[in-house]
């Protein structure tokens, strides 16, 4: 209750407690319990929880400046956030990389197919030894 003095000093005087008293004590809210319940269901440990956790704390512990920005990037990406955009790169530049590739992936394509033969080989001489033990 506010009450004006003579002065033009405002005051406020609470309300009696006998007021408070006189009313009848009302029953909890169904939300409350219900959060009730949920906390006990709290105790039981998600394997999402752990990970997120797990990620947020290696995003946080990381010493290198750029690694920390990497592993929270990376966290932010899985909560739902896009993926940042790639760096621009010089179009006579990317060319030049790209040619350099086509060069290099025939002698990588001729090693692959002589290590994939050679392991067919193997493969084979290991097949013909336990028929020959048997």
């Known amino acids: ?27 909890a809210p ?6 009730a319940l949920k906390n006990s ?9 752990v990970t997120f956790d797990v990620e947020k704390f290696a ?15 990376r966290l932010a990406i899985k909560l739902g956030a896009q993926p940042p955009k ?7 530049q990317l060319k030049e990389e790209l040619s350099t590739r ?3 992936q025939p002698e990588f394509d001729k090693l692959s197919a002589l290590k994939a033969m050679k392991k067919l080989s193997m493969k ?8 020959r033990r048997h």
């Open 30 to 35: 169904k939300k409350i319990l219900k959060s």
């Open 102 to 104: 086509k060069l290099a």
């Open 41 to 49: 269901d709290e105790k039981v440990i998600s394997l999402k929880k």
């Open 1 to 27: 209750m506010w009450m004006r003095q003579g002065g033009g000093i405002v005051t406020f005087a609470a309300p009696s407690s006998s007021a408070a008293e006189q009313r009848p004590a009302k029953k």
């Open 59 to 73: 995003a946080d512990e990381c010493d290198d400046i750029e690694e920390r920005d990497e592993a929270r990037a």
């Open 86 to 92: 790639s760096r621009f790169v010089n179009y006579k």
């Open 124 to 131: 084979n001489r290991a097949k013909t030894k336990k028929i």
